[in-house]
């Protein structure tokens, strides 16, 4: 394929994306398809839904699940874990569980991984508590 070809096609795809836009954006197609809160509702009605409105209490006590709070309720227990030589996360996480330190391997192991803690894990023994959180954990495993 020579110059001139390449170029015209260039030219030929470019034109036809101007003519596509200019249609998209002048017609007005993509404004207003955001339904408001009165229509979502029917909309949900006529398929079925029950809508109602969250009450006061209810907004109260449902909280997110804040894995770095630190949970004062429990007695407090430690455990002396001893990471060994290539040792993976989920095998930390399952001794973790196993001694009451954490309530959820998985949880943990997530909270590691996504994080980046896993990849950074030492080789020795820890003394850790169950009321630690996950990022006290981490930072004990890792240092």
């Given amino acids: 394929m020579n110059k001139a070809r390449l170029q015209g096609l260039s030219a030929g795809i470019i034109f036809t994306t ?3 836009a200019a249609f ?3 017609t007005d197609k993509f404004e207003g398809t955001t339904p408001t809160a009165e ?3 029917e909309l949900l009605v006529k398929k079925g839904f029950v809508v109602t409105l969250p009450t006061e209490e209810a907004k109260k006590t449902v909280q997110p699940k804040d894995p770095d709070k630190v949970l004062m309720e429990k007695e407090a227990s430690t455990y002396t874990i001893k990471v060994k030589t290539n040792m993976t ?3 930390i996480a399952d001794l973790l569980s196993k001694e009451k330190i954490i309530d959820d391997a998985a949880e943990f192991e997530a909270y590691m991984n996504d994080r980046d803690f896993s990849k950074k894990i030492q080789i020795g023994e820890f003394v ?4 630690m959180t996950y990022r006290q954990l981490a930072n004990t495993l890792t240092h």
Avoid: Q
Wanted: proline share 0%.
């Fill in 24 to 26: 998209y954006y002048g």
């Fill in 18 to 20: 101007t003519i596509f």
């Fill in 39 to 41: 229509e979502a509702k």
């Fill in 89 to 91: 996360t989920s095998e």
């Fill in 128 to 131: 850790v508590t169950n009321n």
